[in-house]
């Protein structure tokens, strides 16, 4: 199993930034994949970024320029650095894990989520 614990979030206006952070825990060297996606009222879940334990990262194409993900394999952390945000972009950010631990299933694993809003 793994355990993902998020931080960081919170009440910004636009134009300015926060850094999400996700502390992982328990089967951590069967993760391969780790991300942030976030889900507005009303709306469905959504990818935001990821960033493979191999190096490569993915973004959606909403936050591109703006959002960087990173990782701290000594921390078994992740992060989000959100920049010039937007009041869309005011959503439940939660922390994703995908993990390996046979060969073929994956298994996915969330956090509890923490809230941004970006007020105009």
């Known amino acids: 199993q793994v355990q993902l614990v998020e931080s960081g979030g919170g009440s910004v206006q636009t134009g300015g930034s926060l850094r999400l952070s996700c502390a992982a825990s328990?089967?951590?060297?069967?993760?391969?994949?780790m991300g942030w996606y976030r889900q507005a009222p009303g709306k469905q879940r959504e990818l935001v970024a990821t960033?493979?334990?191999?190096?490569?990262?993915n973004y959606a194409d909403s936050v591109k320029g703006r959002f960087t993900i990173s990782r701290d394999s000594a921390k078994n952390a992740v992060y989000l650095q959100m920049n010039s945000l937007k009041p869309e972009d005011t959503a439940v950010f939660y922390c994703?894990?995908?993990?390996?631990?046979?060969?073929?299933?994956?298994?996915?694993?969330w956090g509890q989520g923490t809230q941004v809003i970006v007020s105009s």
């Open positions: 328990g089967s951590i060297s069967s993760i391969h994949t």
């Open positions: 994703n894990a995908v993990a390996e631990f046979s060969a073929g299933t994956h298994y996915t694993f």
């Open positions: 960033i493979a334990v191999v190096g490569g990262t």
